[in-house]
């Protein structure tokens, strides 16, 4: 993914780039995406407090991992809307630094299931599972709590009688499992009413009732008032009002629905209509917030903000352009990372480190010497690496020819390692070796087509504005690519 030659134009790519980016950081998600934005004065009450299950990201919208993200992040949010809250947390405002670092997040992105446990002490889980919207739908979903009654013919009499004034709803069903939908009504209806299960099994209680049909939901709503049988679809939203004549759901501070709610609403509407005249859905199988069927065609988000993806570090794999950036009398600071041609996981975390560093101090307009990208096992570069006898398969050294030192990278490529190294040249601090003059050419001049990733304030470009389109030379990882992540399979059923 790194490997493109330094050329002119890529070189003016990037700049245009970043020239044409404003200076404020704006957030990832738009106002109306499905994710929430939630900030340290809203996190305790929108996810600590919350009775439901939450996933949230903490990012920073620099890193380009976490802009790979999003595509699935929102598709995981519109298939959870309704069962569980997606959220996201900016670390890069100063103002979320600490709830971040109280979190624990040591790199971008990260991604926590928060849920209530006991004693209101909220249970926050790290998911590490795939990129992909159906591995955190999965999961998510796996962490919706469960406080539906499992109801038998055994416990069936005790079971109505006690709390005898309390509404009580049943979801008769051929399922054993409890679906995320039912679950997640539960949550809403916590103390208000009981939401219970009953399997068709169960002949005794199946029979009081006269279910003939499956699935059969039905209101007690407490007292000696008759029962009520649900007629309409299994979809949340209306089974929530439907339950309401009995009882208020919970005031969940921000529903686990998008903000967003009247425009999906619409769009699940519409595409409602489609599905029906095309085929009439069973309500058995139609748990719709868990549906993705035909919304690729839909899922564009608005066009509001260019993408911010970080471009990749220039690759040097020519010996003299080596010689004229960085090997030369008088050459200023060069960071250079060495890597195998073939890259490998390490190497694409340390580019990915550099390249969004380097694209943080451009944003920032902060003057940064250059990165390049480097291979060990190129004839151009390999006698360098020899000769700072280096070893490792990725090694990230600062090289400064005009001053004679160089120095040498030693910690786990984490962002926050590299970036902390980075830093300490800038200030001129740490360690510096001794340059072997071997290296040093007299050649002098250095190419009119520096890439040096600076900001430059005349040059202004159209900057691509499909906010998921990747960003030219910045490829996603794949696994984070729409295209290249299976469908989210209907989750559960009732
Ligand atoms: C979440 O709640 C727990 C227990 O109530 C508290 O100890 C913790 O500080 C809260 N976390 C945040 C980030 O507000
Ligand atoms: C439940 O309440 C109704 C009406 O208040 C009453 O007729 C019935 O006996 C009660 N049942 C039990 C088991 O308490
Ligand atoms: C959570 O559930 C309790 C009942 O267990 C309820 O009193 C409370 O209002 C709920 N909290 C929220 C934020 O909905």
């Not at 298939?79 to 809250?85: H, I, K, P, V």
């Not at 009081?208 to 049988?229: A, C, M, R």
Request: aromatic residues 6%; proline residues 6%.
């Amino acid at each position: 993914m790194h490997a493109f030659n330094l050329n002119p134009t890529t070189a003016i790519a990037a700049v245009a780039l970043l020239s044409a980016l404003p200076t404020a950081q704006a957030g990832l998600y738009l106002k109306s995406s499905p994710v929430v934005q939630v900030d340290a004065k809203n996190y305790d009450r929108i996810i600590n407090k919350s009775n439901h299950t939450s996933v949230v990201e903490f990012y920073a919208p620099w890193c380009g991992h976490c802009q790979n993200l999003k595509p699935a992040y929102e598709k995981a949010a519109r298939n959870l809307e309704g069962l569980a809250r997606v959220a996201a947390v900016n670390c890069d405002e100063d103002e979320n630094k600490q709830l971040c670092g109280m979190m624990g997040v040591k790199g971008f992105p990260t991604l926590k299931t928060v849920r209530p446990g006991k004693k209101g002490k909220p249970i926050v889980e790290d998911y590490n599972g795939p990129r992909t919207a159906k591995g955190i739908v999965d999961a998510v979903v796996d962490k919706i709590n469960n406080h539906v009654k499992r109801v038998t013919d055994k416990d069936i009499d005790s079971f109505l009688s006690t709390k005898n004034d309390t509404a009580k709803a049943i979801l008769f069903t051929e399922k054993g499992t409890t679906s995320a939908l039912l679950r997640s009504i539960a949550i809403d209806f916590l103390d208000v009413i009981t939401i219970a299960q009953i399997r068709d099994k169960e002949t005794k209680a199946n029979e009081l009732f006269g279910i003939k049909s499956y699935p059969t939901f039905v209101l007690l709503p407490g007292g000696d008032k008759e029962s009520i049988v649900y007629d309409g679809e299994l979809k949340k939203d209306d089974m929530v009002k439907f339950l309401s004549q009995a009882g208020q759901p919970n005031p969940d501070p921000a529903p686990v629905k998008s903000k967003g709610d009247k425009k999906s609403e619409k769009k699940a509407d519409k595409k409602d209509k489609k599905d029906k005249k095309a085929a009439p859905k069973s309500a058995e199988s139609n748990s719709e917030s868990t549906s993705t069927e035909s919304e690729e065609s839909t899922d564009a988000p608005p066009a509001e903000k260019p993408v911010e993806v970080a471009p990749p570090i220039p690759a040097i794999t020519d010996a003299d352009k080596l010689t004229q950036e960085c090997l030369n009398r008088k050459a200023h600071t060069c960071v250079l990372a060495f890597v195998p041609s073939a890259h490998g996981e390490i190497a694409e975390k340390a580019l990915t480190d550099l390249a969004e560093l380097a694209f943080k101090h451009a944003r920032a307009k902060r003057h940064l010497f250059p990165f390049f990208e480097v291979h060990h096992d190129n004839e151009a570069s390999e006698s360098v690496f020899k000769s700072l006898e280096l070893s490792g398969e990725v090694e990230i050294v600062a090289i400064n020819a005009k001053r004679g030192w160089w120095r040498h990278y030693e910690g786990d490529f984490t962002p926050e390692s590299v970036e902390s190294w980075i830093d300490a040249i800038r200030l001129n601090e740490g360690a510096k070796k001794k340059l072997p003059e071997s290296l040093i050419s007299e050649v002098v001049e250095k190419p009119a087509e520096s890439v040096e990733v600076k900001v430059e304030e005349d040059v202004k470009v159209e900057v691509e504005t499909e906010s998921d389109t990747p960003t030219k030379g910045a490829e996603p990882t794949p696994e984070a690519t729409p295209a290249a992540e299976s469908k989210v399979p209907k989750h559960e059923e009732l």
